[in-house]
């Protein structure tokens, strides 16, 4: 078989961009490329099957603001100094906390790098706007810059490693203990034939009365991953 030859004379971007990825490692550090390596970033180490990121997506997070515990947490010039929401690290905060919804307070606290790690988002490149309020930030370029900025929330991997341990049981017995055919069944049985299993498994975790323990035969039957498990009996 013959493979194609890269067309060396077309160039490639550099940002990713439009992909689904999930936050293997966190943490807080610099890269030379930002204002020569002065600036404290928050760097998402994201693998993804749709893209190859060759380094990590950078946020920026402003002044007054130092590097510790070997890049996993950053203290503030003062006790109650807060992220500033027009720094990309704040926006990113916004973006999802208040836009896509996902519960963070319960992970932690944003000056801690490991709360990122395990989430998954879709990713698209997007154009930041510094142009107003009078000042003189990105002038060079108008006050705009490109950023990869999370637009879908798809689960958090280490939810299905926690809810998994104390789930674990025989497969006779969780496919024995299955509630019948009723609404929420149904509904993950819709789910599973249109999706691939580990999308699947990630958007299950997100229903509410899942998680109960009325359900926990039919969380255990979800987490499995052989053709034993409900994804595949959903799907014949």
């Not at 030859?5 to 990825?21: C, I």
């Not at 203290?75 to 500033?84: C, N, S, V, W």
């Not at 299905?160 to 929420?184: F, I, N, S, W, Y």
């Amino acid at each position: 078989m013959t493979t194609k030859k890269a067309d060396l004379w077309t160039p490639v971007d550099s940002l990713p961009d439009d992909f689904d990825g999930w936050i293997s490692r966190a943490t807080f550090g610099f890269m030379q490329e930002y204002q020569g390596g002065q600036t404290p970033l928050l760097l998402l180490d994201v693998e993804s099957e749709d893209v190859e990121l060759s380094r990590p997506i950078a946020f920026s997070i402003g002044n007054g603001w130092s590097i510790g515990d070997q890049g996993q947490t950053i203290q503030g010039e003062k006790p109650d100094k807060r992220i500033t929401r027009n720094s990309k690290y704040g926006r990113l905060l916004v973006r999802v906390v208040n836009e896509l919804g996902v519960d963070m307070r319960a992970r932690g606290e944003p000056t801690t790098a490991s709360v990122w790690e395990g989430l998954g988002f879709h990713w698209k490149r997007e154009e930041l706007d510094y142009s107003t309020g009078g000042g003189a930030i990105l002038a060079e370029t108008g006050g705009k810059t490109q950023q990869v900025m999370p637009t879908a929330y798809l689960g958090d991997r280490t939810a299905k490693k926690a809810v998994a341990a104390p789930a674990a049981r025989t497969r006779a017995a969780a496919k024995k203990e299955a509630p019948t055919e009723d609404g929420l069944t149904a509904k993950l049985t819709k789910m599973a034939k249109l999706m691939e299993l580990e999308p699947f498994q990630t958007a299950a975790l997100g229903i509410p009365e899942l998680q109960t323990t009325a359900n926990a035969a039919l969380m255990a039957a979800v987490l499995e991953d052989s053709n034993d498990g409900f994804w595949a009996q959903a799907r014949g």
